[in-house]
């Protein structure tokens, strides 16, 4: 199960929300988070919508937990995972709720390595990376909380620089972690003693990482810390046997971020789609 389906993840936030509601259609659930009225699948999460025990369950069985959930209200908001994470579950889902009531309200493009492939590179991102090993950059697996502490320092103030502070404090990161017992990774690039670039990874699904923040020091860019982070971390996963990477979305409520797309298609990044939907 991805842990943002977890029952200790949903209680662990809901302060974020008015209620939470929890669903159960014959073995199908889902999640609400209550806000003004409305009705959220996540409220908290990069992505929530039906999840099941089984680990298959039938397109009746998922057809008939959307009629049930289109019956039990009409104000839903449901942002689904990108196909990586079960294109066979997440497809049956599209497909029964078009058929119940529920409309698209965007696609969000999701970016991520596919880690049984070798990674490609385009030119010009293999030109930066040869040029991030020239500049003797190096990735190190921080372990320490003032290393975390130092992490997250350079991920808020990229982020602060770009006019959106963290969704996500340090000690929020490490709860979630602790009360979910996911691993939790951090990763630091040092230019010579100095680190200009660090990420912060879940392991959301077995043998699948999400990254949940990253960013580099803006002084610090012609140096291309973020390609050569992005790489090495693939690199890092690939070499424990992971399935993904997730760098997650490029576009907001279904809008792209054209620049951001290149970066993640240019580094060797495969796409897919995330819906959004409602009733």
């Keep these: 199960m991805i842990v943002f ?10 302060h974020k929300c008015s209620k939470l509601h929890y669903l159960d259609f014959a073995g199908i659930n889902i999640a609400f988070g209550e806000k003004s009225g409305e009705f959220y699948s996540p409220f908290s999460a990069p992505f929530g919508g039906f999840f099941s025990i089984e680990k298959e369950p039938d397109l009746e069985q998922i057809e008939n937990a959307c009629n049930s959930l289109s019956k039990w209200n009409n104000n839903l908001h449901i942002t689904f995972p990108p196909a990586i ?3 066979s579950f997440i497809s049956k889902c599209i497909s029964a709720m078009l058929r119940n009531g529920f409309k698209i309200d965007y696609t969000d493009l999701n970016y991520h ?24 950059l190096r990735l190190v697996l921080a372990n320490n909380v ?16 770009h006019g959106y502070p963290p969704y996500l404090s340090l000690e929020e990161l490490f709860e979630t972690a602790k009360i979910t017992d996911i691993q939790f990774d951090c ?15 879940f392991t959301i699904e077995p043998k699948r990482a999400l990254i949940v923040l990253w960013g580099d020091n803006r002084e ?50 495969a796409i897919t789609l995330k819906y959004t939907v409602k009733i």
């Design 5 to 14: 389906n977890k029952k200790e993840f949903l209680e662990l936030n809901k």
């Design 85 to 87: 994470y079960d294109e």
């Design 113 to 136: 390595f596919d880690l049984s492939k070798p990674i490609k590179m385009k030119r010009n991102a293999r030109n930066q990376w040869n040029g991030a090993i020239r500049n003797n």
């Design 146 to 161: 003032e290393s975390w502490q130092m992490a997250y320092k350079i991920i808020d103030n990229n982020r602060k620089e």
């Design 187 to 201: 990763f630091l690039i040092y230019a010579q003693q100095e680190p200009i670039a660090a990420a912060m990874v």
């Design 220 to 269: 610090k860019k012609l140096l291309r810390p973020m390609n050569f982070l992005a790489i090495s971390m693939a690199e890092y996963y690939k070499s424990l046997d992971y399935l993904s990477l997730d760098l997650g979305p490029s576009s907001k409520n279904g809008i792209p971020n054209y620049g951001l797309c290149h970066f993640k298609q240019a580094i060797g990044c």
